[in-house]
């Protein structure tokens, strides 16, 4: 085979008519492979070392605490309190006040308590909408 260039600069881009007939059948060839690598380029594994990696399961009680202020930001009631030592959230949509008070039993499952107060005639269905809404987060 011949690899003598017919132009001075076989490799140019621009000149790229211009190159060798094995240089021609090379090129194509590189260049699909190239091509073929970039979807590869962006794949990557990493494998966790055996015996290294723990985490921390989510107690029932947080996964209920988290679960009611879902429930309650899904039915547009704003949460005004807060008290994760005495299991209380306290929260208000329009003039009706909604509680939640989180218990954990002697058994050690969890027992969670909606009450509504105030004028609770403007919207009757709201205490079983967050009552669905918080099954609905944890998943019943």
């Known amino acids: 085979m011949d690899h003598q260039?017919?132009?001075p600069y076989p490799f140019s881009l621009l000149k790229g008519v211009d190159?060798?007939?094995?240089?021609?059948?090379?090129?194509?060839?590189?260049?699909?492979l190239s091509i073929g690598m970039f979807p590869l380029a962006g794949c990557t594994y990493y494998q966790v070392a055996p015996g290294t990696y723990s985490t921390t399961p989510v107690s029932?009680?947080?996964?209920?605490w988290n679960a009611v202020i879902a429930a309650f930001d899904d039915?547009?009631?704003n949460v005004?309190?807060?008290?994760?030592?005495?299991?209380?959230?306290?929260g208000s949509k329009g003039v009706i006040n909604v509680s939640a008070d989180i218990r954990t039993q002697a058994?050690?499952?969890?027992?969670?308590?909606?009450?509504?107060?105030?004028?609770?005639?403007?919207?009757?269905g709201l205490i079983d909408r967050v009552s669905r809404?918080?099954?609905?987060?944890?998943?019943?």
Do not use: W
């Open 5 to 7: 260039p017919d132009h």
């Open 19 to 32: 190159r060798c007939r094995s240089c021609r059948r090379v090129g194509p060839a590189l260049l699909l």
């Open 60 to 64: 029932k009680f947080d996964r209920s």
């Open 75 to 77: 039915q547009g009631v």
């Open 80 to 90: 005004s309190h807060e008290d994760r030592g005495s299991g209380s959230i306290r």
């Open 107 to 124: 058994d050690g499952s969890i027992r969670v308590q909606f009450d509504t107060s105030g004028n609770t005639a403007s919207d009757p």
């Open 133 to 140: 809404a918080y099954d609905r987060h944890m998943g019943r």
